[in-house]
Nanobody, 115 residues
Framework: QVQLVESGGGSVQPGGSLRLSCAASGIIVSTNDMDWYRQAPGKERELVASISSGGRREYADSVKDRFTVSRDNAKNTVYLQLNSLKSEDTAVYSC?????????WGQGTQVTVSS
């Protein structure tokens, strides 16, 4: 059974930082492409960052130079470091992986940026 479990969300002031985690079971993060999406109220889901099985990182223009995606193979966990947060970063952040066994989503973690 594949599970992706996010954690690390919360409420921060503009300019603050958070680190989100996506702990995987049933798949190996180092051999699969892993994505972070977000969805704000009333908006479509947006791909924020990706890390490929080969380690290539890609970012949406809106978060480039502020967010960093990484992984810890020993912990089978993917991270998303969020820096210089803005109010428009407020959303539910979810991790996702399309594997040979199917597509899997985590339950999401809420990030709220407000003064």
């Amino acid at each position: 059974q594949v599970q992706l479990v996010e954690s690390g969300g919360g409420s921060v002031q503009p300019g603050g930082s958070l680190r989100l985690s996506c702990a995987a079971s049933g798949i190996i993060v180092s051999t699969n492409d892993m994505d972070w999406y977000r969805q704000a109220p009333g908006k479509e889901r947006e791909l924020v960052a990706s890390i490929s099985s080969g380690g290539r990182r890609e970012y949406a223009d809106s978060v480039k130079d502020r967010f960093t995606v990484s992984r810890d193979n020993a912990k089978n966990t993917v991270y998303l470091q969020l820096n210089s947060l803005k109010s428009e970063d407020t959303a539910v952040y979810s991790c996702y992986s399309q594997t040979w066994r199917g597509a899997y989503w985590g339950q999401g973690t809420q990030v709220t940026v407000s003064s």
